[in-house]
């Protein structure tokens, strides 16, 4: 009777956790903490912040991987219908902070409501192609890229072009698995070029400047093409191997701008070189390979389009951020997964690891 019931504890409280994808988060956030400890040296509480904010963050995944896939659909209306109001209540009346409309305050704290798109988003699409899944027509895509749209250029506006880029990607990749015709693809490139001049003219002042910054930082070395100059000189001068834990001189000395954020990466290069940067980059793939390796496997359309598109996100997360750090991409304020300090960010990550274990736990529970 108690092997029974000891039996039945474990199963509740790991049987529906997936081994693999833990371990590998847990990997890249042991580097996020030690790299997290040096950027901030001097005030260490972030690394007991990033702890607490992990811990949540599990316990969040833990309680997602519980519920079946039909029963997270059932959240997919009221939580994208409350995520657009909140995007409007910042709009309308929301905190402004550096220039940057982005957040709600509710007294006791702020909330930035944007980035409950980054889940909401695909999880309405996965349950809108769900739901038409036998009757799938052109205007179906066409609904789906307005219920994306709206959300992204209210993101876009605050502005907030790196969670735009989060939240329009994610729900990109829900309607590219749900079977959008590869015509549609290429017209859609075809029009975002010819339309990309008209989009350059309502971009703000501050993001041309990224993008021209990024061509040649050195046109404005002590402003906007600071971050690039001064990233890229720490991940060139990490060598092969990196200047060692602790003993980063670019970041110690406070040359890398949020070092302990957006440009994390540059901290993690500096100290670990090359070596420790094909470490990293082998995680994230075992991490994005083990997503699609479950959504392959997946019971439903609902869950395959959702695993897809949530295991795509970590692979745009990781591009982008790596990509603006190392000066291939315009800087838009993208955090690396896992490794990225940040409460609301790292919460949400494991929100969506605890959808794919979900997705991979109750596959054989959901009806074909």
Do not use: C
């Not at 209540?89 to 909330?111: D, E, H, P, Q």
């Not at 988003?121 to 192609?129: G, R, T």
């Amino acid at each position: 009777m108690f092997q029974e019931l000891l039996q039945r504890f474990r199963v509740r409280l790991v049987g529906h956790i997936d081994g693999p994808l833990l371990v590998i988060a847990l990997a890249i956030m042991a580097f996020g903490l030690a790299t997290i400890h040096s950027a901030t040296y001097d005030a260490n509480n972030r690394v007991f912040s990033q702890v607490v904010n992990m811990l949540i963050g599990l316990t969040v995944m833990w309680g997602v991987a519980q519920l079946p896939p039909q029963k997270l659909m059932r959240f997919a209306i009221p939580l994208y219908v409350i995520g657009v109001i909140l995007l409007v209540m910042v709009f309308l009346f929301g905190v402004k902070i550096n220039g940057a409309r982005r957040w709600l305050s509710l007294g006791f704290t702020r909330i930035q409501p944007s980035e409950i798109l980054k889940i909401a988003m695909p999880l309405m699409l996965a349950w809108y192609f769900h739901k038409y899944e036998t009757v799938l027509k052109f205007r179906h895509y066409a609904i789906a890229g307005l219920l994306l749209i709206v959300p992204f250029a209210l993101i876009a506006k605050q502005p907030d072009l790196g969670t735009a880029i989060l939240v329009g990607a994610a729900g990109f990749y829900v309607i590219f698995f749900a079977g959008l015709p590869w015509k549609v693809i290429f017209g859609m490139i075809a029009a975002g070029a010819t339309a990309a001049p008209f989009v350059w003219t309502m971009l703000h002042g501050y993001q041309r400047k990224r993008i021209l910054t990024l061509i040649d930082p050195t046109t404005d070395p002590l402003g906007s093409g600071y971050h690039i100059i001064q990233s890229t000189i720490a991940i060139g001068s990490g060598g092969s191997f990196g200047k060692g834990w602790l003993e980063g001189t670019q970041t110690h000395l406070e040359f890398i701008p949020e070092r302990h954020t957006d440009f994390i990466f540059a901290v993690f290069s500096e100290e670990r070189g090359l070596l420790g940067n094909s470490i990293l980059v082998f995680l994230y793939l075992m991490l994005i390979a083990r997503g699609l390796m479950i959504t392959s496997n997946a019971s439903t359309l609902f869950a395959r389009v959702l695993g897809g598109s949530i295991t795509l996100s970590f692979f745009t997360y990781a591009f982008v951020n790596m990509g603006m750090v190392s000066g291939i991409l315009p800087v838009v304020g993208v955090p690396l997964p896992f490794m990225s300090y940040g409460g609301t960010a790292l919460v949400t990550l494991f929100l969506g690891l605890g959808i794919l274990m979900s997705i991979h736990s109750h596959r054989m529970l959901v009806k074909q």
